[in-house]
């Protein structure tokens, strides 16, 4: 009897064991942890801190009398932003540090804060020439962003039509609304002004210009020292006004048909410009090709991107 009791209880625990295997190979395996992503508002404080740390890497540098660094790209993971250089930099001014071998600054957002480096952004802090820094997308929750103006030649955006409109869309509007561009304008050129481009452009702002053809284009002059708008209001004079001039940046968006019906390569754009094409060119420097999961293809430009920004940043964002 005892004997039959314990081999009925060890079927019935082996029987409860291979339940639950069946059950957890039916349910498959545990989900990875999903990517941070930004809630409502989250997404312009994290460009604040960007702002921010760019003004204090322009007035650090400005004191010590030391060239501005080349930057390849800006991360910022929540609690710590850093800056990749393209060229090794051990001098890193305060609050930044430089890691041992001078290829990336390090800076904890909350000691922005606590110094008060920087504040005033909206019109009264010092100015930086990284004005087209710009959220690509995510790379393991972590945001990436580049500065265009660092890219020279002309970059195309391409893959599926609607992805590389809101990806476009999604440059253009954290460029003319957020805090990093005050000193940059977009121009949209010809059939870049219609509303398959514009509706999808979430803010309409100064630093947002049209033009129908090239000639009219390069006409446009951000860097009117005397009078200038930052797009929220405030008016730059003195030492900011002269920072506007020499800091101001301009990006132009163009179809692929008109880079090639104006002949958009032989432009006569300043070493400052920037030239973003909606649509494959064989004349691009740069491609960043939009995949159907949503991740970006950077190709020579080598920054990992999972998720580009048009996928997880939204209106109320900015």
Known sequence: MITFLVLFVVLGLALLGAAVVLTRRR????????????????????????????????????????????????????????????????????PWTSDVSGKEWLLDPENLRRTG????????????????????????????????????GTIALTGDDMEVLRLAQAL????????????????????????????????????????????????????????????NGAMDRGKNADAAGTYGRRLFVVTAAQFRDERWADAPLRATDVLLVLGYITDAVWHLAVNTDGSLDTGRLGVPVDTHTARFAGPADL
Request: proline share 7%.
């Open 172 to 231: 253009i509007s954290e460029i003319v609304s957020g805090p990093v561009g005050r000193l940059a304008t977009v121009v949209l050129v010809g059939s870049a002004t219609t509303p398959s481009v514009t509706d999808g452009v979430v803010t309409r702002s100064p630093r947002l210009r049209t033009a129908a053809t090239r000639e009219e284009a390069l006409t446009h002059d951000e860097n009117d020292k005397s009078d200038r708008n930052d797009g």
């Open 27 to 94: 349910r498959g395996p545990s989900a990875a942890p999903a990517a941070r992503t930004a809630g409502p508002g989250a997404d312009r404080k994290v460009l604040d801190t960007v702002a921010l740390g760019l003004q204090a890497v322009a007035e650090g540098r400005a004191r010590s009398g030391r060239p501005l660094p080349d930057l390849h790209t800006v991360v910022h993971s929540g609690r710590r932003m850093t800056l990749q250089l393209a060229q090794a930099d051990t001098a890193a001014p305060s």
């Open 117 to 152: 480096t920087g504040t005033g952004t909206g019109g009264d802090g010092p100015a930086h020439p990284y004005s087209l820094t710009v959220t690509l997308g995510l790379h393991r929750g972590d945001r990436v962003l580049v500065d265009l103006a660092q890219l020279p």
